[in-house]
């Protein structure tokens, strides 16, 4: 999905306004252009306040509820409306289905009535492994569906609404000191404790999320990565058919081949001709940087990739076709001092060998390129070769003599 990311802590407030100055951006060219690639826009909701239908389908009262009923016409008004099933209500979750969300916040301040009657809520250590529990719970049915958790919603809110009745009110589960308005609490410590519960439950999630289920889900996004970049083509030479991710996912797009395309296809290969540049991770390309920054200088994931081909489609024969690097547009002085390039192939030939050794099928290395050349995507000369080639005033080589004076030792 990947890939997934740490669970959230929402600490932002109400109040944020008036912390922060206010922002006049005139800008006539104000639109949705100017923010970057992968910035989101969307809108925020919440179960408890959308979903109405407080008494239906076995959902039972939160703090909230009881809450509520306390003021005339309370009851009429949350109970009486029905907008819609929302995903995760207050620790009982009573419909496993889930819209593809970007972010699911998992408290949202309606603890269960039973919790805050049994042992009070968050003033006990105890709903640490209750909020845990549940937790684990939306971890499970969610994860492949969530792309970000949060832990709670504004906890400043409600620990100060719900403990102190202080400058955000009264609210839910109504402690405080001021017994005009609580019947009971401790605003000189109840807060604190509140708080300190709430962050050692935060924690304990993010600590189950990290060691159960983080590297589950980033295993899974790199799988179906992995076959819908590299299985879509070998899978169906080796197996016969497309990998299973992209026939769970495409559906019906992705065509089906017949009995007489199936023997066709099955097995069409002598060898594997394999082009390795870089490796990626949540997007971004990982390894020491080179002159390009989606070719990142990683010998590991040609590794990786060889071991992975051996043990998925049954050890095939395999040539390196392809794999090079590039220093960016250097002066021609600096490029042919060519160190960067021996590091690259030193450590990219010393991969292979090591796969090699585990029994990988590998039988041939070729460097791109042999000339620095016309790269397609980027209509322009990229110096990917052994030798430069250059059209500042003619055509000319220049040998890089650190790369042939050179051996991999």
């Given at each position: 999905?990947?890939?997934?990311q740490?669970?959230?802590f ?9 912390v ?23 809108a ?12 239906e389908?076995?959902?039972?009262p939160?703090?909230w509820?009881t809450?509520?009923?306390?003021f ?9 409306y ?15 289905t ?24 968050f ?21 492949d ?7 709670f919603?504004?906890?400043y ?11 955000t ?11 005009s308005?609580?019947a ?9 404790i ?15 999320y ?12 790199a ?15 080796v ?26 296809v099955?097995?069409s ?16 390309s990982?390894?020491?940087?080179t ?47 060519d ?31 042999l ?24 055509l ?12 991999i030792?």
């Amino acid at each position: 999905m990947a890939a997934l990311q740490v669970v959230l802590f929402l600490i932002c407030s109400s109040f944020a306004s008036a912390v922060f100055a206010a922002t006049n951006d005139t800008s006539p060219h104000f639109n949705r252009t100017i923010f970057p690639e992968g910035f989101v826009f969307g809108a925020s909701a919440s179960a408890y306040q959308y979903e109405g239908a407080a008494s239906e389908e076995g959902r039972r009262p939160s703090i909230w509820d009881t809450y509520t009923h306390k003021f005339p016409g309370g009851r009429e008004v949350y109970e009486g409306y029905r907008l819609g099933r929302f995903q995760i209500v207050h620790f009982l979750v009573t419909d496993i289905t889930l819209y593809n969300s970007i972010c699911v916040t998992i408290f949202h301040w309606d603890l269960p009535q039973s919790l805050e009657d049994e042992y009070l809520g968050f003033l006990s250590p105890r709903i640490i492994d209750d909020y845990k529990d549940f937790a684990e719970l939306c971890f499970k049915e969610f994860g492949d569906r969530v792309k970000h958790w949060a832990t709670f919603n504004e906890p400043y809110i409600f620990t100060s609404g719900g403990y102190d009745g202080g400058a955000t009110g009264n609210a839910p589960p109504g402690r405080c000191s001021n017994r005009s308005i609580c019947a009971e609490g401790n605003s000189a410590t109840e807060p604190y404790i509140v708080g300190h519960h709430m962050l050692i439950a935060h924690a304990t999630a993010v600590k189950l999320y990290k060691e159960k289920y983080q590297s589950r889900l980033d295993v899974k996004a790199a799988q179906r990565a992995l076959d819908f970049m590299y299985g879509w083509f070998i899978h169906p030479i080796v197996y016969g058919d497309y990998p299973r991710t992209m026939r769970s996912i495409v559906g019906d797009r992705l065509p089906k081949f017949t009995k007489e395309e199936e023997a066709l296809v099955k097995g069409s290969l002598d060898y594997l001709g394999v082009n390795y540049y870089t490796a990626v991770a949540n997007g971004v390309s990982i390894g020491k940087p080179t002159g390009v920054s989606y070719f990142n200088d990683y010998p590991k994931g040609l590794h990786d990739l060889l071991v992975y081909t051996k043990e998925k489609y049954r050890n095939p024969t395999i040539y390196i076709l392809e794999t090079g690097m590039t220093d960016g547009d250097k002066e021609t002085k600096y490029a042919i001092d060519d160190v960067g390039r021996v590091s690259f192939y030193n450590g990219h030939i010393r991969a292979v060998h090591r796969a090699m050794k585990q029994g990988v099928n590998v039988k041939g290395f070729f460097a791109w390129s042999l000339l620095d050349n016309f790269e397609w995507h980027q209509v322009t000369l990229y110096d990917l070769g052994f030798a430069i080639l250059t059209t500042r005033i003619t055509l000319q080589e220049f040998p890089k003599s650190q790369l042939f004076g050179s051996r991999i030792s």
